[in-house]
């Protein structure tokens, strides 16, 4: 068991999310950074869908109360057990009483904590995740608070926290993004294949579109980030759209011509027309993204995102045969 | 009180909405778009009808078991398929969809009847006196065509157990906002384009809320069912072909 000793608000648990009942209008929500959580399992040898802690608000602190191990990816956060320092995407041996703190991040802005097979909550309708709209999933069916209390599975004999720990490179540093003229130091180049409306968009607002910065607003959360651009984006005509289902990263333009990324916990259904998708592949560089970032996009075809979908799951793989290595070596 | 703003087209600009008719007859031909690399979008065409809908609910059955497909979202007139992108192509499943959706007939659906009372107009239906305006009708009236028909849930809505609604009549097809508002969320009847909508009740004891829309919100159901419940079997009120008809309690000036 683990206890939540410091937290806020829209701390909660996630898994990679629920999928199969889309047609009851309930969307997959899960992890926002999916390859940050699938990544602290991987370091942990756990499946890549084991539940973890999504941290957003810091600083986060919790007491293991049984011996086990953990690994905290994502947003680089100032993480120290019991004072002593982690470096980011790390894993190491934790006994029971000591403390894991969650500083305020440097970098990014979700961290994830993982620990070895999972924080053990009952699935719910096929996943772990939170899912707030509902009140299923995670633990109660809430964000994290004060005094709670996961259950996770003790590691008998695991090794004492005197014991090494060992670490990943952040997939930052191996997955490199394609170039855009404008971009300036900062800003975050994302990959987006234009959607069926594509079309329907005015030849300007389709060049601002791919020329401009548009920037992170404030109202940017699990749901979706709003973007706000210098020009908004117009179509030829403003017809009005059915109801159909969207996916996490889809570019939606309500009227006003500032562009809503639709992401975890977003509206699983909506009207608006899509200008484009942002690649599956990229959502993770998003979810780290600050309020006040400016976000660039370049085209990107099918092909180009399968290729990056790959990477990702290759860079998974060296990291799980990295770690597993490591597991078997300090368990002989 | 501050003025609201009407609705902001006229009743004769409004030709993207006035061409969804309720004909059964038309299967138009369908389109498919990729959804970046792990969906793709089925878009039936032509009006909203109920053999086209089966038509989809039938597709979204038999897909929804293939290799590499990790959940089926039936929209209006429109499926989308979410796919596990490094398992299969998106471009090639797209082109097995549209083969699929030709040989995919209609799958008779008929769901449980569930009767509900409806309360029109009032603080919770505060969109009733523009909208009613609007179409050059009383609040009475309105209420009246609204209750009429039987609908047939054919969508999800953005929470479970609610959904979209087919059945409205096509004089009360109303253009959504080009502004969202902010409204008060739970059991909501509201209308948007051509769309007919029941929005999720407010669960037992969570504070009530406002969420922004473009749909115009003329009255709420005071006392619906719970629309999920893990206690109960099936768990979600309301299934996909399942028929809807609006009594009303009251209407509210």
Same mark, same amino acid.
């Given at each position: 068991?683990?206890?939540?000793?410091?937290?806020?608000?829209?701390?909660?648990?996630?898994?990679?999310?629920?999928?199969?009942?889309?047609?009851?209008?309930?969307?997959?929500?899960?992890?926002?950074?999916?390859?940050?959580?699938?990544?602290?399992?991987?370091?942990?040898?756990?499946?890549?869908?084991?539940?973890?802690?999504?941290?957003?608000?810091?600083?986060?602190?919790?007491?293991?109360?049984?011996?086990?191990?953990?690994?905290?990816?994502?947003?680089?956060?100032?993480?120290?057990?019991?004072?002593?320092?982690?470096?980011?995407?790390?894993?190491?041996?934790?006994?029971?009483?000591?403390?894991?703190?969650?500083?305020?991040?440097?970098?990014?802005?979700?961290?994830?904590?993982?620990?070895?097979?999972?924080?053990?909550?009952?699935?719910?309708?096929?996943?772990?995740?939170?899912?707030?709209?509902?009140?299923?999933?995670?633990?109660?069916?809430?964000?994290?608070?004060?005094?709670?209390?996961?259950?996770?599975?003790?590691?008998?004999?695991?090794?004492?926290?005197?014991?090494?720990?060992?670490?990943?490179?952040?997939?930052?540093?191996?997955?490199?993004?394609?170039?855009?003229?404008?971009?300036?130091?900062?800003?975050?180049?994302?990959?987006?294949?234009?959607?069926?409306?594509?079309?329907?968009?005015?030849?300007?607002?389709?060049?601002?579109?791919?020329?401009?910065?548009?920037?992170?607003?404030?109202?940017?959360?699990?749901?979706?980030?709003?973007?706000?651009?210098?020009?908004?984006?117009?179509?030829?005509?403003?017809?009005?759209?059915?109801?159909?289902?969207?996916?996490?990263?889809?570019?939606?333009?309500?009227?006003?011509?500032?562009?809503?990324?639709?992401?975890?916990?977003?509206?699983?259904?909506?009207?608006?027309?899509?200008?484009?998708?942002?690649?599956?592949?990229?959502?993770?560089?998003?979810?780290?993204?600050?309020?006040?970032?400016?976000?660039?996009?370049?085209?990107?075809?099918?092909?180009?995102?399968?290729?990056?979908?790959?990477?990702?799951?290759?860079?998974?793989?060296?990291?799980?045969?990295?770690?597993?290595?490591?597991?078997?070596?300090?368990?002989? | 009180?501050?003025?609201?703003?009407?609705?902001?087209?006229?009743?004769?600009?409004?030709?993207?909405?006035?061409?969804?008719?309720?004909?059964?007859?038309?299967?138009?031909?369908?389109?498919?778009?990729?959804?970046?690399?792990?969906?793709?979008?089925?878009?039936?065409?032509?009006?909203?009808?109920?053999?086209?809908?089966?038509?989809?609910?039938?597709?979204?059955?038999?897909?929804?078991?293939?290799?590499?497909?990790?959940?089926?979202?039936?929209?209006?007139?429109?499926?989308?398929?979410?796919?596990?992108?490094?398992?299969?192509?998106?471009?090639?499943?797209?082109?097995?969809?549209?083969?699929?959706?030709?040989?995919?007939?209609?799958?008779?659906?008929?769901?449980?009847?569930?009767?509900?009372?409806?309360?029109?107009?009032?603080?919770?239906?505060?969109?009733?006196?523009?909208?009613?305006?609007? =179409?050059?009708?009383?609040?009475?009236?309105?209420?009246?065509? =609204?209750?009429?028909?039987?609908?047939?849930?054919?969508?999800?809505?953005?929470?479970?157990?609610?959904?979209?609604?087919?059945?409205?009549?096509?004089?009360?097809?109303?253009?959504?906002?080009?502004?969202?508002?902010?409204?008060?969320?739970?059991?909501?009847?509201?209308?948007?384009?051509?769309?007919?909508?029941?929005?999720?009740?407010?669960?037992?004891?969570?504070?009530?809320?406002?969420?922004?829309?473009?749909? =115009?919100?003329?009255? =709420?159901?005071?006392?619906?069912?719970?629309?999920?419940?893990?206690?109960?079997?099936?768990?979600?009120?309301?299934?996909?072909?399942?028929?809807?008809?609006?009594?009303?309690?009251?209407?509210?000036?």
């Amino acid at each position: 068991m683990i206890e939540i000793v410091q937290t806020a608000a829209l701390n909660s648990v996630q898994d990679l999310g629920r999928f199969g009942y889309r047609r009851y209008g309930i969307n997959a929500s899960g992890a926002m950074d999916a390859l940050a959580l699938a990544a602290g399992n991987a370091l942990l040898g756990n499946e890549p869908g084991a539940a973890g802690i999504e941290v957003q608000l810091f600083p986060f602190v919790v007491r293991f109360h049984v011996p086990t191990r953990l690994a905290v990816t994502g947003a680089a956060c100032d993480a120290t057990l019991d004072g002593r320092r982690l470096p980011p995407w790390w894993s190491v041996p934790v006994n029971a009483g000591q403390t894991l703190t969650l500083g305020f991040p440097r970098l990014g802005v979700r961290s994830y904590v993982a620990v070895t097979g999972g924080i053990d909550v009952p699935e719910v309708l096929g996943s772990r995740s939170t899912y707030g709209r509902l009140a299923i999933g995670g633990h109660e069916g809430r964000n994290l608070a004060l005094g709670d209390r996961l259950p996770i599975r003790s590691c008998e004999g695991a090794p004492q926290s005197s014991a090494a720990g060992f670490g990943a490179f952040p997939p930052a540093a191996f997955m490199k993004l394609p170039p855009h003229t404008a971009a300036r130091p900062g800003d975050l180049v994302l990959r987006v294949i234009p959607a069926a409306e594509y079309e329907q968009f005015t030849e300007e607002s389709l060049r601002e579109f791919w020329s401009a910065a548009w920037s992170v607003t404030p109202q940017s959360n699990r749901m979706g980030y709003r973007l706000s651009g210098t020009n908004p984006l117009m179509r030829l005509e403003a017809t009005e759209m059915r109801s159909h289902g969207l996916v996490p990263g889809v570019i939606q333009v309500p009227p006003s011509g500032q562009p809503i990324i639709q992401l975890a916990d977003g509206n699983s259904s909506g009207g608006y027309p899509k200008l484009g998708y942002v690649i599956a592949a990229d959502l993770w560089r998003l979810a780290q993204a600050r309020p006040g970032t400016a976000l660039r996009f370049v085209r990107c075809d099918v092909a180009a995102a399968r290729e990056a979908d790959r990477l990702a799951a290759f860079y998974l793989g060296q990291l799980r045969a990295m770690a597993e290595a490591q597991l078997r070596a300090m368990a002989s | 009180m501050t003025p609201r703003p009407a609705c902001r087209s006229k009743p004769d600009d409004r030709p993207s909405i006035t061409r969804m008719s309720t004909s059964l007859m038309n299967l138009a031909a369908p389109r498919v778009s990729l959804c970046g690399a792990s969906a793709v979008l089925l878009d039936a065409e032509g009006p909203l009808s109920l053999p086209t809908q089966e038509r989809i609910w039938s597709l979204s059955e038999r897909v929804r078991d293939l290799s590499g497909v990790l959940d089926t979202h039936p929209g209006m007139n429109s499926l989308l398929v979410l796919l596990d992108p490094l398992a299969v192509d998106a471009d090639a499943f797209a082109a097995e969809l549209l083969k699929r959706w030709a040989d995919t007939r209609p799958g008779r659906v008929r769901g449980r009847t569930i009767e509900m009372g409806v309360v029109y107009g009032g603080e919770r239906g505060i969109d009733m006196p523009d909208f009613a305006a609007f =179409h050059g009708l009383s609040p009475k009236e309105v209420a009246e065509l =609204h209750a009429a028909p039987e609908y047939v849930v054919f969508a999800p809505g953005t929470g479970p157990g609610f959904g979209f609604l087919f059945g409205l009549d096509p004089r009360l097809f109303t253009p959504r906002r080009q502004v969202p508002v902010m409204r008060p969320v739970g059991s909501n009847i509201s209308i948007g384009g051509g769309q007919a909508g029941l929005g999720t009740p407010q669960r037992p004891g969570v504070p009530a809320a406002t969420a922004p829309t473009g749909w =115009h919100v003329i009255g =709420h159901v005071p006392d619906a069912p719970v629309p999920f419940d893990l206690n109960r079997e099936p768990p979600f009120l309301l299934a996909l072909g399942d028929r809807i008809r609006f009594r009303i309690e009251s209407v509210v000036a």
